[in-house]
């Protein structure tokens, strides 16, 4: 894989903690469109360690969201590891790190993501509602796959329960007022969006790469709108060509003299995500208890990167940390030939005593799976665990282990859906949702 300039990657030894065990830890920090090492740390971030080969058992953490913020560690053995950091239900864009040598000791390796525009500045914002903003940017890669956006107020209430979908998209920034410019791809809700007075978190959405294809180097901009006018953070901006356009109540349009807290990423750094996560809501409805569940796609690439699905377990199972699924690669559907490696995945999410609920994921080296674009593949996952694994396992209520293999995915949240591929159970068996899954792609040529 080309080498990313945006990745802030230093491998050093400071201290051995214990004879044979390598540590990779740093922090991770927010998408930038500056040089700068300062970024703020980003916590909420999954990030997946995998050695090539197989029957590997992989190393996973997610960065904290508390102090120190953004910070990750990763415990196993030495040698050479291939990273993904991502968390597909946010706004930042999956990063891929091959060869990261880790020696006994520690090892310090910082992850800071990119994106094509990006302003998180919260010391003000629009005093004056709208109904919609359209805030412009100039495309680095060939297609938009995350965007994420913080309001200071919904429209609906402060404090309160009460909050209102919004919709964002993507247009071609043409002569004439926003209005007039043409969308480009689809649009996707961001349902529920609450925020105002001590509700103060980022919300996003997605796309699949090449839903919203752009031509790098001109200028577009996203539509951010909802019925009830609305008002967002902003930072003053001097440059004509990157403030905001704003739709007031009344309906007129206007150029701002601000730029909105936004950021955007594309594909510019020779990943694909053909599959991807599009309405950020997380735990939506369960697709059902099984062994294995399977989900055809489309491939775009030449080699799997890596595999996040959304799962839990409840009751009297070992929480998702401690259980293991294996996650291969189909040709041509659930039922068709091998290829490649299969990789071990471990969990990782909330667990109250009785319940867990995260993601499994794993990385994948360049080449271990071989992919042919423009054809069907079938993603299965399928549990490691035994009834003598799982017993002995007592939860925190007193209740003994069910010793019953299996754990249930998520369904992608409506109107969340792929159009091009089916979800199986048990590896056979059609259902009419999708998985709620992202997968990353290595391309052959990177746009830039």
């Given at each position: ?243 905001c356009y704003r739709r007031g109540a ?39 208890f099984g062994h294995k569940w399977s ?50 995945a471990l969990g990782n999410g909330n ?98």
């Amino acid at each position: 894989m080309p080498s990313i300039c945006f990745v802030l990657l230093s491998c050093c030894i400071l201290a051995d903690d214990s004879p044979g065990q390598a540590v990779i830890s740093g922090r991770i920090r927010r998408p930038t469109t500056q040089k700068e090492e300062t970024a703020a740390p980003l916590g909420g971030i999954y990030v997946f360690g995998t050695q090539e080969g197989q029957s590997k058992l992989p190393l996973v953490h997610r960065s904290w969201d508390a102090e120190p913020m953004g910070w990750y560690r990763l415990a196993g053995r030495p040698g050479k590891y291939n990273l993904l950091a991502t968390n597909p239900a946010c706004f930042t864009r999956p990063i891929v790190l091959q060869d990261v040598h880790a020696e006994t000791g520690q090892n310090k390796c910082d992850v800071g993501f990119h994106a094509d525009y990006a302003v998180f500045a919260e010391g003000d914002w629009d005093r004056r509602p709208a109904e919609a903003y359209y805030q412009p940017f100039i495309a680095r890669g060939r297609s938009v796959t995350q965007v994420g956006f913080k309001l200071a107020h919904d429209g609906v209430d402060g404090f309160g329960p009460g909050s209102q979908d919004f919709e964002l998209s993507i247009c071609r920034m043409d002569a004439g007022q926003p209005k007039d410019w043409q969308r480009i791809g689809p649009a996707v809700p961001v349902p529920g969006v609450d925020c105002g007075g001590g509700k103060n978190r980022a919300w996003s959405a997605g796309w699949d790469s090449r839903e919203v294809a752009l031509e790098p180097g001109k200028s577009y901009a996203v539509c951010l709108k909802a019925r009830l006018p609305f008002q967002a953070f902003c930072e003053p901006c001097s440059d004509a060509a990157v403030c905001c356009y704003r739709r007031g109540a009344k309906g007129a349009w206007e150029r701002s003299g601000f730029r909105l807290w936004m950021s955007v990423a594309t594909d510019d750094d020779g990943l694909v995500v053909p599959y991807n996560k599009r309405v950020h809501r997380e735990y939506g409805e369960f697709a059902g208890f099984g062994h294995k569940w399977s989900q055809t796609y489309v491939a775009q690439g030449d080699s799997l990167a890596g595999v996040v699905l959304y799962a839990a377990v409840g009751g009297t199972q070992p929480p998702l940390g401690r259980q293991r699924v294996a996650i291969r690669v189909r040709r041509d559907g659930p039922s068709g030939p091998l290829v490649g490696v299969e990789k071990v995945a471990l969990g990782n999410g909330n667990y109250t005593g009785d319940a867990s609920w995260g993601v499994f994921g794993a990385a994948f080296v360049r080449g271990e799976v071989p992919l042919v674009a423009g054809t069907t593949y079938a993603v299965e996952i399928e549990t490691l665990e035994t009834p003598e694994t799982l017993r002995g396992f007592v939860n925190l209520k007193g209740h003994a282990s069910d010793e019953r293999p299996g754990f249930n995915p998520y369904r992608k949240i409506p109107p969340d859906k792929y159009e091009r591929g089916t979800a199986y159970r048990d590896g056979h068996d059609p259902v009419d949702f999708d998985l709620d899954m992202q997968i990353i792609e290595f391309v052959t040529r990177a746009p830039r």
